[in-house]
């Protein structure tokens, strides 16, 4: 899944972010809009993390829906 797709079903997949990262508000996830530099800079903000850091955070868990995609092809 590249960052378009996320961006398009990004409504469908808010939930599951909401999940993982808790201190992010609903308000933080509908700006963030599945845009991958808002991501990354909402979780730095959230979380403290330096950008690099968030950035694994973020890669690690569209590489996990990835993954879990393949599964249910």
């Given amino acids: ?14 939930g ?3 999940e ?3 201190k992010l508000t609903d308000d933080d ?3 963030i809009g599945g845009k991958k530099d808002r991501f990354v800079g909402k979780l730095q ?3 403290g993390l330096a ?10 868990y569209i590489e996990g ?3 879990d995609k393949s599964r249910l092809s």
Avoid at 51 to 60: F, S
């Fill in 1 to 14: 899944m590249n960052w378009d797709q996320i961006e398009g079903q990004w409504k469908d997949i808010k």
């Fill in 51 to 60: 950008k690099d850091h968030a950035e694994r955070e973020v890669d690690t």
């Fill in 29 to 31: 996830v509908e700006l």
């Fill in 20 to 22: 993982k990262w808790a």
């Fill in 16 to 18: 599951s972010v909401r």
């Fill in 65 to 67: 829906m990835n993954k």
């Fill in 45 to 47: 903000e959230r979380y």
